[in-house]
C-alpha cells in the first residue's frame, strides 16, 4: 500500500487532492488518484479560473450556453457546477463506504460575498439546492460576515467547508459557529447525523508572511523562529480541536448522532523551497484530520515523504505554545498576521473570479466575430 492510503489506514487522516479541472474528470484522471488513496477534492475560485482559462475542454460547452443567451457569469456557474456534480460521481463511492466522512467535492460561494452576512447566506442555499448531492460542500470563508453565515447554513442542515482560516482566535468562533449551529438543527427537530462540515486551517501561507515580519525584525532571536509558526499553529488548532469536541455540551449532540467538524490542513504546499517539500504533511499528521493536497506534494511524498503521527506526539502542544510565546516576544502579532491573510485571501479569490470572468467575455466576443 502507498504512503497516501497508509496516512488514512494506519493514522486516520483523509488525503484530498487540492485541485479540479475537466480533464481529469474526462480522462480518467481523478479516479485514478481515488484509486490510489485520494479520498476527497477541494476547489476555489482560483482553481477554477486556472482551469477554464487552462483548457479547450470548457470551450463547447461555453459557447453553447453563450449561444443560447446565458450571461457570462452564469455560464461560468454552470461550468463550475458540472465540474463539481462530475466530480462527486467519481467519489461517491467513497463517500458511501465511509459513511458520510469522505468523499467531498467543495464549491465556494462568490468572493465578493465575503463581507456579507445575508448575500451568502442566500448563494449558499442557492448552490446547495442547485448541486443537490449529499456530498458537495458549500464552501464559506472564515470571515466576520462569514461566520453568523456558517451557523445558519448548519442549522438548516446544509454540509459546509469553512475556508480562508489563519488564525487560531477565528477558529475557535468557526467551531462555536458550527456547534450552535447544530444545536439549533437538532432543537428544530434535524438529525445532526446527517450533517458534516470540515474546516479548512490555512497553514503554509502563515509561515510566508510570518517569516516576512521576523525577516523585518531582524534579530538573531527572530530569525531562529523563521519556518516554526505555521505547524506551532496548526498543532494548537489540532488540540483545540480535540478539547472542543468533548465534555458535556459535546456528548449531548453525539448522543444524537452528531459528527466532529474535521480540520482541514489546506495550503500545505511549500512555497520557501529552503524548506522540505513534504514539511506541511509530515508534520501534520493524525487521527480525525484531512490534508489537501496538491499533485506535486502528492508526488513528493509518496516518493519521500514521512509516515507517522506528528500533530500531537513528543509533547507537540507544549512546544507550539512556546513558539507562540517567542513570536509574541520579538513582536510577531499573531493574530494581525491572520487578519492580514485573510483579507490577501479574500482578495486573491476575488481576482481570479474577476480575470476568469474577463477570460470568458474575451471569448464572447471572439464567439461573436465568427
Known amino acids: 500500500m502507498n504512503r497516501l492510503a497508509r496516512l488514512y489506514t494506519e493514522h486516520g487522516q483523509s488525503p484530498w487532492l487540492d485541485n479540479l479541472t475537466r480533464p481529469y474528470l474526462r480522462d480518467g484522471v481523478l479516479a485514478a488518484m481515488v484509486a490510489d488513496g485520494i479520498r476527497g477534492v477541494t476547489a476555489n475560485p482560483t482553481i477554477f ?34 465540474d463539481v456534480l462530475d466530480a462527486a460521481t467519481v467519489l461517491r ?29 442566500a448563494a449558499a442555499r442557492m448552490l446547495h439546492q442547485r448541486v443537490a448531492r449529499p456530498n458537495v460542500f458549500v464552501k464559506i470563508p472564515a470571515t ?16 459546509i467547508n469553512i475556508t480562508l482560516i489563519f488564525s487560531l482566535a477565528r477558529y475557535q468562533q468557526v467551531i462555536e459557529a458550527y456547534l450552535q449551529g447544530l444545536e439549533t ?15 479548512s486551517f490555512f497553514v503554509s501561507r502563515v509561515d510566508t508572511e510570518v517569516d516576512h515580519r521576523l525577516e523585518h525584525v531582524g ?10 509558526a505555521a505547524i506551532a499553529q496548526a498543532q494548537l488548532a489540532y488540540q483545540i480541536f480535540r478539547d472542543s469536541f468533548t465534555g458535556p455540551r459535546w456528548d449531548y449532540l453525539a448522543a444524537h448522532g452528531a459528527h466532529p467538524q ?8 511549500t512555497k520557501n523551497p529552503a ?30 515523504g514521512t509516515l507517522t503521527r506528528s500533530i500531537d506526539t513528543e509533547g507537540a502542544p507544549h512546544t507550539a505554545a512556546g513558539v507562540m510565546r517567542e513570536l509574541a516576544a520579538v513582536g510577531v502579532d499573531m493574530d494581525d498576521v491572520g487578519r492580514a491573510l485573510e483579507a490577501e485571501g479574500v482578495a486573491s479569490f476575488h481576482a481570479s473570479f474577476a480575470d476568469v470572468l474577463t477570460a470568458l467575455h474575451t471569448k464572447t466576443r471572439q464567439l461573436e466575430q465568427r
Open 185 to 199: 438543527f437538532t432543537a428544530r427537530g434535524g438529525e445532526p447525523a446527517t450533517v458534516h462540515s470540515v474546516a
Open 219 to 228: 534579530t538573531t532571536d527572530a530569525l531562529s523562529l523563521r519556518g516554526r
Open 49 to 82: 479560473a486556472r482551469a477554464i482559462e487552462a483548457s479547450d475542454a470548457y470551450d463547447d460547452q461555453f459557447a453553447a450556453l453563450i449561444a443560447a443567451d446565458s450571461t457570462v457569469k452564469d455560464a461560468y456557474w454552470e461550468l463550475v457546477v458540472d
Open 275 to 304: 524548506y522540505p517539500d513534504t514539511k506541511y504533511v509530515d508534520r501534520l499528521i493524525g487521527p480525525d484530520t484531512i490534508n489537501t493536497l496538491t499533485e506535486t506534494t502528492i508526488a513528493a511524498f509518496q516518493d519521500h
Open 93 to 121: 463511492p467513497t463517500y458511501d463506504d465511509s459513511s458520510g466522512t469522505d468523499g467531498y467535492v467543495s464549491v465556494e460561494v462568490a468572493p465578493e460575498l465575503a463581507d456579507d452576512t445575508h448575500a451568502t447566506i
Open 144 to 159: 466576520a460576515a462569514g461566520i453568523p453565515a456558517i451557523t445558519a447554513m448548519i442549522a438548516e442542515g446544509v454540509g
Open 262 to 269: 474535521k480540520p482541514l490542513w489546506a495550503s500545505t504546499s
